[in-house]
Nanobody, 125 residues
């Protein structure tokens, strides 16, 4: 599995911005599609965004489309999530992982993806 460490979370006011980073171990990182998920208190973990191996294609949940941008730098083994126009409902722990696609649904790759410790994002109103 690819080991991942998320960072960049914090406390921000509504309308503000944050940039999350996810550093991956392993030289094969560039082969895999990656995704961001989030889990709010009392809720199930949900898909946020995904990016293909090259960074040429991105996919977003409807709730973040137009506000969040996912990117990757394969030379640095890192993926990013730029979050703009943040809302209180974006408050959650954010996780990155290797993903797999089944139709329009994205999920953690059972064989390659692991959950890191996540990074907390808190948006105050």
């Amino acid at each position: 599995q690819v080991q991942l460490v998320e960072s960049g979370g914090g406390l921000v006011q509504a309308g503000g911005s944050l940039r999350l980073s996810c550093a991956a171990s392993g030289r094969t990182f560039s082969r895999y599609p990656m995704g961001w998920f989030r889990q709010a208190p009392g809720k199930e973990r949900e898909f946020v965004a995904a990016i293909n191996w090259s960074g040429g294609s991105t996919y977003y949940a409807d709730s973040v489309k137009g506000r969040f941008t996912m990117s990757r730098d394969n030379d640095k083994n890192t993926v990013y999530l730029q979050m703009n126009s943040l809302k209180p409902e974006d408050t959650a722990v954010y996780y990155c992982t290797v993903v797999t696609q089944d139709g329009s649904r994205w999920s953690r790759s059972p064989s390659l993806g692991s959950w890191g410790q996540g990074t907390q994002v808190t948006v105050s109103s």
